[in-house]
């Protein structure tokens, strides 16, 4: 049993006083089921914002990270200084609108990590290149065009299976031996290649021999390939995840037709 993990959250300006209290709400409903230290991390906020969201997280035991970076890197720039705080630690990584909807969500993570694996508790094969031949109504001709050639490069074909990153456990010397091999996070296409890119983590960690498994709330895992089955974003009406984020709450409340087409773009035809 690992008894030394990490579990991180982040809250940042851009989201909201209520993104940080559903956290708390969920955090304290469901329970974890295994010790572990929470840390906070407080992203790109001023002192007068930070103390705001302290006053929310005053019932909880927590350990703070205030984040000096000053431009936006997104969340891994924050979780790159946080490893580097929490050396040869696990790390349990939230992102801003994530939260634990299962009773002993982190047990029944740990029951399936080991030292050589990375846990997701959820995936996609989606591709920002496939997904750039359907056209946005806010772009012209040049840049749809120019976003398909650059996609090309950056992002393989559909399907390109990948662990979605809004909660996942890894060690911190792994993620720092992949981040350390990146230029700076400069903007959103950046963030976006480490999620899915050629260049991205999951591509790496099968690359370098790491088991990636995606594992649902009845304790089951699941490879990369097979993770559709996980049933935990984007593939029937149920949801089994551990974690809830954003987009899996948007896709749970569309109506048939609506969550048929985020099926295709997530899945593709499988039934």
């Avoid at 000096?68 to 200084?81: A, V």
């Avoid at 349990?92 to 009773?103: G, H």
């Avoid at 290649?193 to 088991?211: A, D, M, P, T, V």
């Amino acid at each position: 049993m690992h008894t030394n993990v990490i579990v991180a959250y982040m809250t940042s300006k851009y989201s909201s006083l209520d993104d940080l209290k559903n956290f708390l709400v969920n955090y304290k409903k469901y329970k974890s089921g295994s010790n572990h230290k929470l840390v906070v991390c407080f992203k790109n906020l001023d002192s007068k914002e930070i103390d705001l969201r302290k006053n929310i997280l005053n019932k909880i035991s927590y350990e703070q990270f205030i984040d000096k970076e000053k431009s936006n890197d997104y969340e891994w720039g924050t979780l790159k200084r946080l490893c580097e705080i929490y050396y040869n630690k696990e790390i349990f990584w939230l992102n801003d609108y994530s939260y634990p909807i299962r009773d002993n969500w982190l047990k029944i993570i740990l029951d399936k990590y080991n030292n050589n694996k990375v846990i997701g508790c959820s995936s996609s094969f989606s591709s920002h290149y496939a997904n750039s031949f359907y056209r946005k109504k806010s772009d012209n001709i040049i840049i749809y065009l120019l976003k398909i050639i650059v996609y090309f490069f950056l992002f393989p074909n559909f399907p390109n299976p990948h662990i979605r990153t809004t909660g996942f456990l890894i060690n911190s010397i792994i993620f720092l031996n992949y981040i350390n091999k990146k230029k700076k996070v400069r903007n959103k296409l950046d963030a976006l290649i480490i999620e899915s890119g050629y260049r991205g983590l999951s591509n790496y960690l099968i690359k370098n021999n790491y088991e990636v498994k995606i594992v649902n709330s009845h304790s089951k895992s699941y490879d990369l390939r097979s993770s559709y089955k996980s049933e935990t974003f984007a593939f029937k009406d149920k949801n089994l995840a551990l974690i809830s984020d954003n987009q899996m709450r948007i896709y749970l409340n569309l109506d048939k037709k609506l969550k048929k087409k985020k099926r295709l773009q997530v899945w593709g035809n499988l039934k």
